[in-house]
């Protein structure tokens, strides 16, 4: 198997995993306010975080930056937290009003890419091309977003044109779910 496809794996399997709950469900958080029509907004805004992501990874990997893994476990169910707690004072879904969300995506990439950090070092071994790596790794985990965003927001579009149910208590029922879980996580991880 190439480098790129054994990282493409890890990187699919890095989102596509139980135990990238947490993961999960910041993409949850992030998708929660768009509906099927707004496609091309969510690819953007899941791109936004993948370039966050790559971009603090890349630099774990690279010894450049290095943060306790205890705050870096932390700060991750955090950022899920403020973007669930965002979604909920949201009063129109209007590209302008939803900006914010863009920024959420790559400020809060930076802290997710430090928390796979460890473990991409451990997998790169010392002959293999860190930039296959991590491009292997990043598309994995892009084409692994893309396919949960797309769940998110066909079923979003379910919910809200079939069963005829308001935009803004399909976001408040998530969002809240979200929060409650990631309130969760955050209280067990407090270093």
């Known amino acids: 198997m190439s480098d790129f496809q054994f990282y493409f794996n890890w990187g699919w ?6 135990d990238a709950l947490d993961h999960l469900l910041f993409i949850l958080a992030l998708a929660t306010i768009y509906l099927l029509k707004d496609w091309k907004q ?54 302008r009003s939803i900006r914010i969300n863009y920024i959420l995506a790559l400020g809060f990439g930076l802290i997710h890419g430090m ?3 460890n473990t991409i070092r451990f997998l790169l071994a010392k002959d293999q091309s860190l930039f296959t790596g991590l491009l ?13 965003v797309a769940t998110i927001l066909l079923v979003a579009e379910a919910i809200t044109s079939s ?29």
């Open 115 to 117: 928390g796979f950090a």
């Open 163 to 191: 069963l005829k149910i308001q935009r803004r208590e399909w976001v408040i029922f998530l969002s809240a779910a979200v929060f409650s879980l990631a309130a969760q996580m955050m209280i067990e991880r407090f270093p």
């Open 13 to 18: 399997h890095h989102i596509m995993s139980w």
């Open 42 to 95: 969510v690819l953007i805004l899941v791109t936004a975080f993948t370039i966050g992501h790559s971009l603090t990874l890349a630099l774990s990997v690279l010894d450049v930056i290095r943060f306790s893994p205890k705050w870096v476990e932390f700060l991750i169910p955090c950022t899920i937290v403020i973007t669930a707690l965002s979604n909920l004072f949201q009063r129109s879904f209007t590209a």
């Open 136 to 148: 292997g790794f990043n598309v994995g985990l892009e084409v692994g977003q893309i396919v949960v």
